[in-house]
């Protein structure tokens, strides 16, 4: 983007991702996307740009690079970003910042198993660095199948892309000036690795060529306003924190629900299902927000540090204690958004004989002292009755009831809802009297949702995520050592479903979920409404 760009932008001033927050420098950067015409880059990485073009939020010199595999004149790729982000973009495109963001966009055809890409993207990253006359900070996006993580990763440690000092692997560029570092990073996209052992040798590799410092394992739900908010909300307020103990919660619930099926990408799920796609990243990502202590500041690694202890202070199960606490289904026939849908195994793509699950829920413990005994509930799955993820903490019953039951209507324990998605917002249930002559009691919620409180619109998770990349911050990324905590829970799972021949049960596509669901549950919890 040309230095006009950052001046176009119309709304600069309520820049809610800048707004209130310490300005760390974003560095005159180049973002390469390998995977560049793939669905998440028109779906996500492209709008995400635009819109942080839009808030005047990337760096004056931005440079942006297309890397995939079909041959095309730059022309034809800058068209198809244009389109992607008129398609996708959250905001309706103003043209100028739309022109100015792409006026430059270089694409580099080939596979990318081959060093010629490498030679061609030198070229171009060079290039930019002449214009500018001094080296660009450069980020690897990598979006691409995950065969293709450490491939990339080692071409660009072999080609010298990833050198740091201003030269490269070929002498500074000219008129390179003082500024002989650049920042280099790589974004690394889900899923990182399909069990632990991958993941482990997956990080080697990576961590061969790149310092864990430059390495940015994408979990796009860190990105979202309401994960972050959960920072915000345990931390500062002191209301809580007496309250976020073994001694008044009663259990945790964490749910994310979609109505959707898989769509067209049997491909990928039929091989990954609700655990290692949602569960293993994702939710255990929510569940650390809920369970981890506060940290001393908020840097990287002060926050990434708590969550690995509350990941090793999980039990992984054994064997045996997989039938107990994780339950799989794989969504049947049903309804879903008005019509009928078809079940997963008739899916296009999907093996017929697939014991790939669509739903799976958890029931798992952390052995601490803050959290001993207290359950937390885990579920995720496809075609359910609607989309939701959300994060409800049910604290114990009061010791005593002083009151009637008749005539109340329900007198229940608080509870408090998260709800990440959507109407995003906090609602705490509390009991309250039901006006009139009698002492009637029933539950009502005091609500405090974004939409009303704000009246900015939430950035998309990738905005922040990009930008933060940019800045050199991880905070919001996963770290190695988390990466791999987080597959030592899931691979016994994996490995005992795997062992045990299906079919798996059922569930209506539309509905609540599989019935078994229901058996994860300790006497007198019960999973909430979908
Ligand atoms: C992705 C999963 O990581 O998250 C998808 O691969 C899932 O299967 C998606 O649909 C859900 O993300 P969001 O932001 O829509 O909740």
């Keep these: 983007m040309s230095a006009a760009a950052a001046t176009v932008s119309p709304s600069a001033a309520e820049n809610p991702l800048t707004e209130g927050l310490e300005r760390l420098p974003v560095p005159a950067t180049t973002l390469v996307i390998f995977g560049a015409t793939g669905d998440l880059a028109r779906r996500k990485l492209l709008p995400a740009l635009y819109n942080l073009a839009h808030d005047g939020a990337l760096p004056e010199r931005f440079h942006l690079v297309g890397v995939s595999?079909?041959?095309k004149p730059h022309e034809d790729y800058r068209a198809e970003c244009m389109e992607a982000i008129r398609q996708f973009s959250r905001r309706t495109p103003d043209e100028d910042?739309?022109?100015s963001l792409l006026e430059q966009v270089r694409y580099v055809p080939g596979v990318f198993d081959d060093d010629e890409v490498y030679a061609s993207l030198a070229e171009?990253?060079?290039d930019f660095e002449r214009q500018a006359g001094q080296p660009l900070a450069r980020i690897f996006y990598l979006s691409t199948a995950p065969a293709f993580f450490p491939v990339i990763v080692e071409a660009l440690g072999r080609e010298g892309l990833a050198h740091r000092d201003g030269g490269g692997a070929e002498g500074p560029p000219a008129g390179a000036g003082e500024q002989d570092e650049r920042q280099v990073a790589v974004i690394i996209e889900k899923p990182f690795g399909t069990s632990l052992a991958e993941a482990s040798e997956l990080n080697q590799r990576v961590l061969s060529v790149f310092e864990e410092s430059q390495v940015f394992r994408i979990d796009h739900y860190l990105g979202k306003e309401t994960v972050q908010n959960m920072?915000?909300?345990r931390f500062a307020n002191g209301m809580f924190e007496p309250l976020w103990n073994r001694n008044y919660i009663d259990s945790v619930q964490i749910t994310a629900a979609e109505d959707i099926g898989i769509g067209g990408r049997a491909g990928y799920y039929d091989r990954a299902g609700a655990l290692r796609d949602l569960i293993q990243n994702h939710m255990l990502q929510l569940l650390c927000h809920v369970a981890?202590?506060?940290p001393a500041s908020f840097t990287a690694d002060e926050v990434r540090n708590e969550k690995v202890k509350v990941l090793h202070a999980i039990?992984?199960?054994?064997?045996?204690e997989v039938a107990r606490m994780a339950v799989r289904a794989q969504y049947g026939p049903g309804r879903a958004g008005g019509s009928e849908v078809s079940g997963y195994?008739?899916?296009?793509?999907v093996r017929e004989d697939s014991n790939t699950e669509t739903f799976a829920a958890l029931r798992l413990e952390v052995d601490n002292w803050r959290w001993a005994g207290v359950p937390f509930y885990l579920r995720a799955g496809k075609r359910l009755a609607r989309k939701v993820t959300e994060i409800a903490v049910t604290l114990k019953p009061v010791p005593h009831l002083a009151f009637s039951q008749e005539g109340s209507l329900g007198i229940r324990p608080n509870q408090l809802v998260l709800t990440v998605q959507p109407n995003e917002g906090v609602s705490l249930q509390l009991g309250a009297k039901i006006p009139g002559t009698r002492m009637s009691i029933r539950p009502v919620n005091m609500e405090f949702l974004y939409g009303t409180s704000f009246l900015s619109q939430s950035p998309e998770a990738y905005e922040r995520l990009i930008l933060d990349a940019m800045r050199g911050d991880a905070t919001l990324f996963t770290r190695n050592d988390e990466v791999e905590a987080q597959w030592q829970i899931c691979d016994p799972i994996v490995s005992a479903w795997e062992a045990e021949p299906g079919p798996l049960p059922q569930y209506e596509a539309g509905s609540q979920g599989p019935r078994q669901a229901r058996e994860l549950m300790a006497e007198g919890h019960a999973w909430r409404s979908i």
């Design 315 to 320: 039990h992984a199960p054994s064997a045996d």
């Design 231 to 233: 920072m915000a909300f």
């Design 124 to 126: 171009v990253l060079e």
């Design 292 to 294: 981890m202590e506060p």
């Design 345 to 349: 195994l008739e899916e296009e793509g």
């Design 69 to 71: 595999r079909r041959e």
């Design 97 to 99: 910042v739309l022109e």
